[in-house]
């Protein structure tokens, strides 16, 4: 029976050349592959939300119930409800749903541009820069509906004080604080779900997008060194 020498069998083992798995050019690969799933995702959440938001305002249309909502509201303050006043804040609103139909279009656009854009034959440099520009337009997308939250709020805030100008009502001080703390909690509340929302349903697909983005640049270095 021949002698069993552990020291000879790991010298061996060491000194055998190991093969990677992967190459470069098959990560490379794999890797584009996901960064272009992961923005084709982002654009299908994209549409979705578009299309769902548009169904449900043509819905609340057709039921005129976010008008008499605010009416209503608004009659806690003695505010007198007038056809005038109906028809006026229907214009704004229809208004104010338009600007963010149209920004949110205009984004749904911008994705899908940034979407066509990605080659996957390119250059990886020119491949990361497309994977750079299509983040930046998310966190502008992120950013734009926020902003249109506190405009829109605004607005509301300084059409409410000019019906109660026009009605001559003059609100005490106390309700005048609580009016404005209340506007305030709900605009702070409304934008903190609404980064939640896109922390969660773009969060998780960014995330992985910037990891994949990460590895892109280390293979680019690494290709650059040799």
């Known amino acids: 029976m021949p002698d069993f020498n552990l020291d000879d069998l790991k010298k061996t083992w060491q000194e055998q050349e190991v093969r990677p798995k992967y190459g470069n050019s098959d990560i490379l690969e794999m890797l584009n592959h996901k960064s272009r799933n992961y923005v084709k995702y982002i654009l299908w959440i994209s549409v979705i939300e578009f299309l769902f938001f548009t169904g449900l305002s043509v819905f609340y249309i057709f039921k005129s119930e976010e008008t008499n909502s605010f009416i209503s509201a608004i009659e806690k303050l003695g505010v007198q409800k007038t056809p005038e006043l109906q028809q006026e804040f229907s214009h704004l609103y229809n208004l104010l749903k338009a600007v963010s139909f149209l ?119 690494s290709t650059d060194g040799e």
């Open 103 to 221: 920004i949110t279009g205009f984004f749904v656009v911008k994705f899908y541009q940034n979407y066509r854009r990605i080659n996957l034959e390119a250059n990886l440099k020119k491949f990361i820069l497309q994977i750079i520009v299509f983040r930046r337009t998310v966190n502008h997308f992120i950013l734009a509906n926020i902003l249109l939250l506190i405009l829109f709020t605004g607005i509301l805030t300084v059409f409410i004080f000019r019906t109660l100008s026009v009605q001559n009502i003059t609100l005490g001080q106390p309700t005048l604080v609580g009016f404005l703390t209340g506007i305030g909690i709900a605009t702070l509340g409304s934008v903190g779900l609404i980064w939640l929302y896109y922390r969660i349903v773009y969060g998780i697909i960014m995330k992985k997008l910037g990891r994949n983005l990460s590895q892109l640049k280390d293979i680019e270095n």
